[in-house]
């Protein structure tokens, strides 16, 4: 059964770090373009960074751009998106999610990870 899990999430200070990580079971990273999306309540949910399946060079939204940074170990199946200079606006609801087409077509989603950045 394919299956996406997140981990790392927590809360952190406004400027500090966090590193999540998105461990595929069931399929390879590989095989698959993963994206990085976010969920404020009441509000869209946003996609903030892919790396496409060739692993060329991971895109980003303009709220994150330059602060976060997404990777991937296709020896762990795992993806990581390491946040750092975080901002109270980056207080949401994180996942990651496989797809072979498009962003807007994913094939599974992982269950989410909180991350609070607050003082």
Do not use: H
Request: glycine residues 14%; charged residues 20%; neutral net charge.
């Amino acid at each position: 059964q394919p299956q996406l899990v997140e981990s790392g999430g927590g809360l952190v200070q406004p400027g500090g770090s966090l590193r999540l990580s998105c461990a595929a079971s069931g399929f390879r990273v590989s095989d698959y373009a993963i994206g990085w999306f976010r969920q404020v309540p009441g509000k869209q949910r946003e996609g903030i960074s892919c790396i496409r399946s060739d692993g060329g060079d991971a895109e980003y939204a303009g709220s994150v751009k330059g602060r976060f940074i997404a990777s991937r170990d296709i020896t762990k199946n795992t993806v990581f998106l390491q946040m750092n200079n975080l901002k109270s606006t980056d207080t949401a609801v994180y996942y990651c999610a496989a797809y072979l087409g498009s962003y807007e077509d994913v094939d599974y989603w992982g269950q989410g990870i909180q991350v609070n950045v607050s003082s």
